[in-house]
């Protein structure tokens, strides 16, 4: 074959394969239109008996060299390509969503900026115990220039005969210290019920990682017109995460915060494993402040610097920590809660590494 010819047949080729380009996407915008009459009409998109009508002519009419099976396959992709299409029209951009608002939000509680310029330390006991234990913790708060305290009445335990927590009266000893130190307080809450009335105790309510999917505690959140931190659940990908931030967003609360707490994995010798990724993921999908939370990620004392390090690396928006005045008596999460001492040096070493910057801190 001639130099010419080979070039001619290249041609030849060319110009078919740009006619076959304008007419698949011809094609496409006919469906794309037939779509939003289907649509209109509210009738499914997907119709198999006249799909099998379109392939059953196409073979009828096929006169080779391709066999009918490889028609088949080259037109059920062109079929399958159409149909995606319209998925993708279809596809509702979420409220949480970048797409939806490129700024960040950012959540400012008792003048305390969530998701803002500074990273923030959520610290405080695993279990509000007494008013004495707590007290302990934010007057440490107050001298280290820390705005916000986090504490548990409502404990969501592995084993119901574990402390279950104090209920309303850890609530009201959250709000007292919340008032006379002048620290933004978090607490989770577990059932619908209790939502309302704890707006009037705490300035955060915390819907903890159990309760992820709890779909109508979700939606009763998203009723609200309260600061919501809500956790990633053990076993949920992100994806789901995001979903379940959404359902608070759908029901008009855009008060929402992430907090990615670590997921279960084969691993053992940590008790969670800590997503690092999902941060950065997190944040490039989401316009929500992120957090992450190193101790029940990691369930060593000893990681919960360097985690505390890596999750402000990698851009969150803050550190949960939990800290107790005596934690070998705690009656929860004894293992891996910091005393005070151990609190402070961890604190002085964070600032130390440069991540954690001061301008939060308001007596330093
Ligand atoms: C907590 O923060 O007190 C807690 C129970 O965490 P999680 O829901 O992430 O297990
Ligand atoms: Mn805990």
Do not use: W
């Amino acid at each position: 074959m001639s130099h010419d010819k080979v070039e001619s047949l290249r041609k030849q080729l060319d110009e078919i394969n740009l006619q076959l380009l304008e007419l698949i996407n011809k094609r496409a915008t006919i469906v794309q239109e037939l779509g939003g009459e289907k649509s209109k009409q509210g009738v499914n998109k997907f119709d198999p008996e006249r799909e099998r009508q379109m392939l059953n002519l196409i073979v009828e009419n096929n006169k080779g060299p391709f066999k009918d099976d490889a028609i088949r396959h080259l037109f059920k992709q062109i079929f399958k390509a159409s149909l995606d299409l319209q998925k993708d029209d279809g596809k509702k951009v979420l409220l949480v969503s970048r797409k939806k608002q490129a700024e960040d939000t950012v959540l400012t509680i008792k003048g305390v900026e969530f998701g803002g310029k500074a990273p923030i330390l959520i610290a405080g006991p695993c279990s509000v115990e007494s008013y004495e234990q707590v007290r302990a913790v934010a007057e440490n708060h107050v001298k280290q220039g820390l705005r916000v305290l986090r504490g548990g009445a409502y404990k969501p335990r592995t084993s119901p005969y574990d402390f279950q927590g104090l209920g309303v009266e850890g609530l009201e000893i959250l709000k007292r210290i919340g008032e006379e130190f002048n620290l933004v307080t978090i607490s989770e809450i577990v059932t619908p019920a209790d939502l309302e009335l704890a707006t009037q105790y705490i300035d955060v309510i915390q819907i903890g990682a159990r309760n992820m999917q709890n779909f109508e505690l979700l939606k009763a959140a998203g009723r609200l017109n309260h600061p919501i931190l809500l956790k990633r659940g053990l076993s949920a990908t992100i994806e789901e995460f995001i979903y379940a931030a959404e359902y608070i967003l759908s029901e008009g609360n855009q008060q929402v915060m992430l907090c990615e707490r670590g997921i279960r994995t084969y691993e053992k010798a940590t008790r969670n494993t800590l997503d690092i990724s999902a941060v950065p993921i997190l944040k490039q999908e989401t316009h929500l402040p992120v957090f992450v939370d190193v101790t029940h990620s990691t369930g060593r004392r000893d990681l919960l610097l360097p985690t505390s390090k890596a999750g402000l690396a990698v851009g969150s928006d803050g550190i949960m920590v939990e800290v107790h005045p005596d934690p070998d008596v705690a009656l929860s999460d004894a293992k891996q809660q910091l005393d005070i001492p151990s609190f402070n040096k961890y604190l002085e070493e964070l600032i130390a590494s440069g991540l954690y910057k001061s301008e939060q801190l308001i007596s330093r």
